[in-house]
């Protein structure tokens, strides 16, 4: 199932294979809408390492935060071929402030960036 012109359902699906809840769909729809503005900035794809999430994955597989917006359907971990972790959270961090992205929460990662539409800002540094 197509999201946007470079994104599908598949590539947010919960790894465990999990069902996706109608309402974490709807999430996902505009978390992709969000990261295509992303990749039309870029010109490169974004791979997503992590999407959604189902409870059970998030709280015992995952080990995730207990109220991870990844459960939500809201939450993307991502890599763009060509950035660094550092670069990519820049980025994300200019388009909201510019008012071309939503905003929401933005941790940085040794080998990933999240970004979620959670509508407050959240700002986390996890770097080792």
């Given at each position: 199932m197509k999201l946007t012109s470079n994104f599908s359902k598949s590539e947010f699906d919960c790894k465990s294979?999990?069902?996706?809840?109608q309402e974490v769909l709807n999430?996902?729809?505009k978390l992709a809408n969000q990261l295509q503005i992303i990749r039309n900035k870029v010109g490169v794809p974004i791979?997503?390492?992590s999407g959604y999430r189902s409870p059970d994955y998030n709280d015992n597989v995952v080990?995730?935060?207990k109220n991870s917006q990844h459960k939500l359907g809201k939450a993307s971990d991502i890599v763009i071929e060509g950035y660094t972790?550092?670069?990519v959270a820049d980025l994300i961090e200019e388009l909201i402030e510019s008012g071309d992205i939503l905003q929401g929460g933005l941790g940085r990662y040794n080998t990933f960036t999240h970004y979620d539409i959670r509508k407050v800002k959240a700002r986390w540094n996890f770097k080792k």
């Open positions: 294979g999990a069902d996706m809840p999430n996902i729809q791979k997503i390492n080990k995730g935060a972790p550092d670069e």
